[in-house]
């Protein structure tokens, strides 16, 4: 079986910050015996025809000179459009050479099934070439495609996208919810698939060891270790954590909070702390790539993520970072928000606290802090590998399309 995976977001060169949750797909489907391509935009450094972990890449230019291809990558396309109207000029061009390549790889390799993921541009694109050529097509949706650019004009392609499909993927609950608002006539298409997420790497525990003394300072046995990991922007909560780290330190509680990720509004949060005069347990980290992010979650006591919905309505679709969290053996702490329950299930996986809410945040990692039952973090661990491991999702995935031929 041959799949065309169409996609705006794709590791540009190995330990890219770009995140990794597509390539991580594509490569189990080649090590489950499919033959992969992948379509992704170019980037000014990047191979125009690379392999990564067996999986063929093709990225195409838009813009030129390739420096101003900017709508994509370092740190998301919604947030590239945000801060840019040039990006936004952009947009256009990016989609008519989206599907001008879809339709010309599609043509040139003949696969089975083309693949997108988000259901705009992506899907757009290859609903026309999957009508033009016939070729099956599945629409992976992501929930930042379904839950944000919710315009009358752009539901209308999104409506399209879901007519013309033949299975679409959804990753939570609440994107499901939110796809069967857009088109309620084509719900009998919708298959859950949540994002899987790697196996925990085999590690040394003296190197976690080391790495939380790193992060804490020597001699400090007795302080808790926080974790974030996500993108620095306002719908992640950051503001929110660094806030609830206020209030417990102020209680008395001996803390560092660690942030892993970048992002648009990180000097915003870096200044922040310096208001709340926490600056000194906050640790910015930046990026770190995925082959070592288990060991931050095994280093730390409570992995906390406090999404909420952002000031363009988008909210968290699914939450990978708590599965990963509760596969490395790690209490999470997160917010009732988006598909973030469908992982962290108040009182038996983890704690929930309202979205935008410092103050119930910070009870609910003291709660975490607190909780010392071995049992509970089994059974997070359990539910996690039983539920979000891409070996299970591309099985799934496959079963969904082999159905479908």
């Known amino acids: 079986m041959k799949i065309l995976i169409v996609t705006s977001n794709y590791p540009r060169w190995p330990g890219d910050s770009t995140t990794p949750f597509v390539h991580n797909f594509a490569r189990e489907l080649v090590n489950q015996g499919v033959k992969v391509r992948v379509l992704a935009p170019h980037f000014e450094g990047a191979k125009r025809k690379d392999i990564m972990d067996g999986v063929e890449i093709r990225r195409f230019r838009y813009w030129l000179p390739e420096s101003g291809q900017t709508v994509c990558y370092q740190g998301g396309a919604l947030g590239n459009l945000k801060k840019s109207w040039v990006n936004k000029l952009k947009l256009p061009i990016l989609v008519v050479c989206e599907l001008f390549f879809t339709l010309l790889q599609t043509l040139s390799w003949k696969p089975d099934w083309i693949n997108s993921h988000w259901l705009i541009p992506q899907g757009f694109a290859c609903a026309l070439v999957s009508k033009v050529t016939r070729t099956k097509h599945v629409a992976t949706i992501h929930g930042s495609d379904v839950m944000a650019l919710d315009s009358k004009l752009l539901r209308k392609f999104k409506a399209f996208t ?22 309620q006539k084509n719900s009998h298409k919708l ?23 790193s992060l804490i300072g020597e001699n400090k046995s007795g302080k808790k270790l926080l974790l974030f990991v996500g993108r620095l922007n306002e719908e992640k909560g950051v503001s929110e954590l660094l806030e609830a780290t206020k209030i417990l330190i102020g209680e008395g509680l001996d803390l560092a909070l660690v942030l892993v990720g970048i992002g648009h509004e990180e000097n915003i949060f870096k200044q922040q702390a310096v208001r709340l005069g926490i600056n000194e347990s906050v ?30 309505g988008g909210v968290e679709a699914q939450g990978l970072t708590f599965a990963e969290a509760m596969l490395a053996g790690c209490k999470v702490v997160g917010t009732n928000s988006g598909g973030i329950p469908d992982a962290v299930i108040d009182g038996k996986t983890g704690w929930l606290a309202e979205p935008g809410d410092a103050l119930d945040l910070s009870k609910k990692i003291k709660l975490a802090l607190e909780h010392e039952d071995r049992h509970w973090i089994e059974q997070a661990e359990t539910f996690s590998r039983n539920n979000f491991l891409v070996t299970a999702t591309v099985s799934k995935f496959l ?7």
Do not use: H
């Not at 899987?196 to 525990?205: R, W």
């Not at 288990?294 to 409570?302: P, W």
């Open 399 to 405: 079963q969904y399309i082999e159905g479908r031929r």
């Open 191 to 213: 298959m859950p698939l949540p994002t899987g997420i790697l196996p925990v790497p085999p590690f040394k525990v003296e190197d976690v060891i080391k790495l939380r003394t």
């Open 162 to 183: 879901l007519q013309c499909a033949d299975i679409v993927t959804v990753n939570s609950s609440v994107t499901r919810a939110k796809t069967q608002e857009i088109s």
């Open 283 to 312: 640790n910015f980290v930046g990026w770190v790539e995925s082959k070592d992010i288990y060991r931050y979650y095994a280093a730390a006591d409570v992995f906390v993520g406090p999404s909420k919905r952002s000031s363009s």
